[in-house]
């Protein structure tokens, strides 16, 4: 007889009224990205298969837990032995698993077997309907500091606040308390990460409290030293931007100096010699939109072992106001999609991507509210937070000091108290009587429905309407009136 036990890809993560089976390792046979809602019951049952027993045993702890027979636990768990992408009915409400959610005895998965028990899992009522997380957020993700090495044309950042940063031991705790409350991301963006003057003492600690870094992403020319600090402290993905090697281009997209084109060149060597998986990333702007730009970037990737390469329009930013500047129109964007494909993919050994999802929005095309609107759900004040240098917390890094959207302050609260706090309860719980006067949302019929899904892009709105209607409709919305600030274009 086999023994299975639950596949350490994934983590159980109780919600007090409902529990998430999350992939997090990406290592077995998992279902990539994998987030879904079950039962608490289902978290008790699956707890047993983290218990480090022969199969027959646990399920006869099983049939004493659930007062039942041999036969009824073991059709309880056959759905789940090795198995494909299921769901299961569950008191009328439908639960969905990923695959492999048991796994046959294997050295690599009892190495990271999480521990778990029925009572980490106990609930006096629940909620499979409603979206925002409620003991913590399930992301947190950290901007050590908003300083650069560049000037992008196209930043989409706020480069107006000078920020002070907290001290280093607070952001420690902050990422131990995040690991307490199970939070399960624990990223970081930039400004620049690698000008954060402890930024290597920072990833070692997060990765020290088991937090997986995901890819992490610069501008800023490291040394090899660098690159082997990064190797040794555990990461593995790296994604360089790049969005010419013209430099006189270079020069002006970035605002670099002109020695700034062979340090990137050579980081990006740095990491490909080193074995990364390293993938490149370009802006496409009005001065780079053309097969020149794209033929200097690809005839020196072409002779290193880059992973992928990747291109994504200019977007309009909230903090400025010459988008129409730097950003290309829909069809030339298209028009360079479709020559590189033509002309360098067919012969490239790398994939070459094309993110298309700013071209394809649907401003004012979609019907029924925010269910439907196009593109990714929105993670704002849903599950995520976003803690600003100085430790004021944003829902959305592209909102940054924006007082309407800040819902905290982590250098002087925890992040369960910001959670909890008036004003996230207030995002979380906005109705028509607190919206303003004009705005189409406050008599619309299906307002409860749509904000009760929280899939409004509030960044959106802002680029729209600007900062006085903040609160105005997403501009996918059928219902959305004309934007009163030209920054979204396509």
């Not at 044309?153 to 480069?159: G, H, K, P, Q, S």
């Not at 340090?263 to 939109?289: H, L, M």
Request: with cysteine.
């Amino acid at each position: 007889m086999n023994n299975y036990y639950f596949n350490s890809d994934y983590v159980l993560w109780h919600d007090e009224k409902r529990t998430y089976i999350i992939e997090k390792y990406q290592n077995n046979d998992s279902s990539r990205g994998w987030i879904s809602v079950i039962h608490p019951v289902q978290a008790m049952i699956l707890s047993f298969f983290t218990q480090v027993k022969p199969y027959e045993e646990i399920l006869a702890d099983l049939k004493a837990f659930l007062e039942t027979d041999l036969n009824s636990v073991k059709k309880i768990i056959k759905p789940f032995l090795s198995n494909g992408s299921v769901y299961t009915d569950y008191h009328g409400e439908q639960f969905h698993f990923p695959q492999n959610v048991l796994l046959k005895e294997s050295a690599n998965n009892m190495q990271k077997l999480p521990k778990y028990s029925a009572e980490d899992f106990m609930f006096s009522e629940t909620d499979f309907k409603s979206k925002r997380y409620y003991s913590s957020p399930l992301n947190v993700t950290l901007m050590p500091s908003n300083n650069c090495v560049t000037n992008c044309i196209y930043c989409y950042a706020d480069r107006q606040t000078k920020s002070t940063t907290m001290p280093f031991e607070r952001i420690k705790g902050i990422i131990d308390e995040a690991k307490e409350l199970g939070v399960l991301h624990f990223g970081m963006v930039g400004g620049e990460i690698f000008a954060y003057p402890q930024w290597n003492e920072l990833i070692r600690y997060i990765k020290q409290n088991d937090f997986v870094v995901d890819r992490l992403s610069t501008k800023v020319p490291l040394s090899k030293e660098d690159v082997i600090n990064l190797k040794e402290a555990g990461i593995r993905q790296m994604q360089i931007s790049l969005d010419t090697l013209v430099p006189k281009t270079l020069s002006k997209i970035l605002r670099v100096n002109e020695s700034y084109t062979e340090k990137i060149k050579n980081t990006v060597r740095y990491f490909c010699e080193e074995g990364f998986d390293t993938t490149i990333a370009s802006v496409v702007t009005t001065d780079n939109c053309d097969m020149e730009n794209m033929l200097s970037i690809y005839e020196f990737l072409k002779d290193i072992k880059v992973t992928s390469w990747g291109l994504r329009p200019a977007f309009p930013s909230i903090y400025k106001n010459n988008s129409s500047s730097f950003t290309p129109t829909g069809e030339q964007i298209y028009k360079l999609f479709d020559e590189v494909e033509e002309q360098l993919q067919k012969r490239s050994t790398f994939p070459i991507t094309y993110d298309k999802a700013f071209l394809e929005r649907g401003y004012n095309e979609s019907k029924g509210g925010s269910t439907n609107f196009k593109g990714a759900e929105c993670s704002a004040n849903r599950s995520h937070i976003f803690i600003l240098p100085d430790g004021k917390v944003t829902i959305c890094e592209q909102l940054y000091w924006k007082p309407h959207f800040i819902i905290g302050d982590l250098s002087k609260q925890t992040i369960k108290e910001v959670w909890h706090s008036e004003r996230a309860m207030w995002f979380a719980n906005l109705d028509t009587p607190q919206l303003q006067e004009g705005n189409p949302c406050k008599d619309c019929g299906i307002f409860a429905a749509c904000y009760k899904n929280m899939n409004r892009c509030w960044a959106e709105v802002v680029k729209a309407y600007g900062d006085e209607y903040w609160d105005y409709p997403d501009p996918r919305c059928e219902f959305a009136p004309p934007h009163k600030v030209n920054n979204l274009i396509y």
